[in-house]
C-alpha cells in the first residue's frame, strides 16, 4: 500500500509564492515518476507537472518558468515551487505516483493513468 501525504498549501496574494511537498511512503514500485495535479471546483482535475526517476521534467504550459517541480528519490519526496501565482492557480492540487515503464519513461499528462494519490492542499490566491 502506498500512501501520498501533501503539504504546504495555503492562501497567498497574486504574485506570490508557495512550496508544496508531498512524501510518499509504504510499497511505492522502484523508477516510479510522481506528479502534481490541480482541480478547481466545478473542474477537471488537470496536469500541472511531472517528473519522472532520472529526474526529466515535465509541465503544463501555463506554468512554465513559474513552477518548478523537484524530486529526491532517496527520501520519496517530491516538491513543487510555485512562483508568481495568478488568481487561475487557485485550485486543490494533488500529488501523485506511479510507474510508467523504465527510469527515464515520460509520465502520462492523463490523471486516470496515475495508481496513487494523496488527499490533496488546498491552494488560494487573492487578487
Known amino acids: 500500500q502506498v500512501r501520498l501525504v501533501e503539504s504546504g498549501g495555503g492562501l497567498v496574494q497574486a504574485g506570490g509564492s508557495l512550496r508544496l511537498s508531498c512524501a510518499a511512503s509504504?510499497?511505492?514500485?522502484?523508477?516510479?515518476?510522481m506528479g502534481w495535479f490541480r482541480q478547481a471546483p466545478d473542474k477537471e482535475r488537470e496536469f500541472v507537472a511531472a517528473i519522472n526517476w532520472a529526474g526529466t521534467t515535465y509541465y503544463r504550459d501555463s506554468v512554465k518558468g513559474r513552477f518548478t517541480i523537484s524530486r529526491d528519490n532517496a527520501k520519496n519526496t517530491v516538491d513543487l515551487q510555485m512562483d508568481n501565482l495568478e488568481s487561475e492557480d487557485a485550485a486543490v492540487y494533488y500529488c501523485a505516483l506511479n510507474r510508467f515503464g523504465s527510469m527515464r519513461a515520460t509520465p502520462s499528462r492523463n490523471p486516470e493513468a496515475w495508481r496513487h494519490w494523496g488527499q490533496g492542499t488546498q491552494v488560494t490566491v487573492s487578487s
Open positions: 509504504g510499497r511505492a514500485d522502484s523508477a516510479s515518476a
